[in-house]
């Protein structure tokens, strides 16, 4: 977990964020330290040695189903209207 890399990076005024798109992971970190590039390494190990124990996948896989029903019901519920 990040969160003590994170909490520390925070104080110094370094910010990073991590999003999906469609070619990929954009991963953009903010600040003016020359610790940025400390901050870069820690990101992108977690991101390279990224694990997932089975139990947490199946809770995200829980998760992400419900919502795509949801999705999936007020489509539905907006043709009807």
């Known amino acids: 977990m990040l969160t003590e890399e994170v909490y ?3 104080l110094a005024d370094l910010h990073f964020t991590v999003t999906n ?4 992971l954009d ?8 610790k940025l590039s400390t901050l870069m390494e820690v990101v992108l190990n977690k991101i390279t040695n990224f694990t997932l ?3 947490r996948f199946d809770v995200l ?3 992400m189903l419900r919502a795509l029903k949801n999705w999936a019901d007020d ?3 907006c043709s009807l209207i």
Do not use: F, M, R
């Not at 798109?21 to 990929?24: E, H, P, Q, R, V």
């Not at 991963?27 to 020359?34: A, P, S």
């Open 8 to 10: 520390a990076a925070a």
């Open 21 to 24: 798109t469609a070619y990929g």
């Open 27 to 34: 991963v953009t970190l903010k600040g003016y330290d020359d």
């Open 53 to 55: 124990s089975q139990e």
């Open 61 to 63: 896989k829980d998760y």
């Open 75 to 77: 489509q539905v519920s």
